[in-house]
């Protein structure tokens, strides 16, 4: 059983659209990342929480919101979304935050925008 | 440029060959982790590799870090070893891993 839940696998929108990306993670993990693959490039870091507190933020944009209504949630709103937000998304979990740690990711929920 | 650089882009093998994919990193780190993404998109943790060499069945990760790179050997390649090979180190005290364009495999039977 997958212990990292992301949904949904697939997701189509029309521009200008929000959505919201779910991820929940039944591994006692304190810390949670959400990260973003487009075609042609790496894998892309977008947020550490640790103990539902952001950490990290390496995007740029404010149309992207991490919500953690719960310690194993981290949900990923999308507001007023591009083409160019057209993505895989994945949610990552590990232990603790930090440079010692190895994430586990889920499985990807794939958006594409019209 | 490029934080990690992996080599080759792709790679073509028969069944029963093997293979050794390249990792350099252009700044220092602390451990970096292999990383296989299957073919569907979903991403398996290979190894975590602070330093030196770990074996896990036909996979060994060799990794030194004050030369920042790390090596991955895939022995007896199989068609179900296709797949597009991430490596990745971790930066920062936030978790945040930094990643490769990878290697893409395919394993002709």
């Known amino acids: 059983d997958p212990k990292i839940i992301q949904k949904p696998k697939y997701l189509v929108a029309v521009t200008g659209s929000e959505k919201i990306l779910i991820c929940e993670q039944y591994?006692?993990?304190?810390?949670m990342y959400w990260y973003r693959q487009s075609a042609k490039k790496p894998l892309e870091f977008m947020f550490s929480?640790?103990?539902?507190?952001?950490?990290d933020n390496q995007t740029a944009s404010s149309r992207f919101q991490p919500q953690s209504s719960k310690k194993n949630h981290l949900d990923l709103q999308i507001t007023a979304l591009k083409p160019d937000d057209s993505a895989t998304y994945f949610c990552?979990?590990?232990?603790?935050?930090?440079?010692?740690?190895?994430?586990?990711f889920g499985e990807g929920t794939r958006l594409s925008v019209l | 440029g490029q934080q990690v650089q992996q080599s080759p882009a792709s790679l073509v093998l028969q069944e029963g060959e093997n293979a050794e994919l390249q990792c350099n990193f252009s700044?220092?780190?602390?451990?970096m982790q292999w990383f296989y993404q299957r073919p569907g998109g979903s991403l398996v943790s290979l190894f975590y590799?602070?330093?030196g060499t770990k074996h896990s069945g036909r996979l060994t990760s060799t990794t030194v870090i004050k030369e920042r790179r790390s090596s991955l050997h895939i022995s007896s390649s199989q068609t179900t070893d296709s797949g597009t090979y991430l490596c990745?180190?971790?930066?920062?005290?936030?978790?945040?891993?930094?990643f490769g364009l990878g290697t893409t495999l395919q394993v002709q039977p």
């Open positions: 591994l006692g993990h304190n810390a």
């Open positions: 929480y640790s103990y539902q507190k952001l950490m």
């Open positions: 700044t220092s780190l602390n451990s």
């Open positions: 590799n602070p330093s």
């Open positions: 990552a979990s590990s232990q603790e935050g930090g440079n010692n740690q190895a994430p586990l």
């Open positions: 990745a180190f971790i930066t920062g005290n936030t978790g945040k891993l930094i």
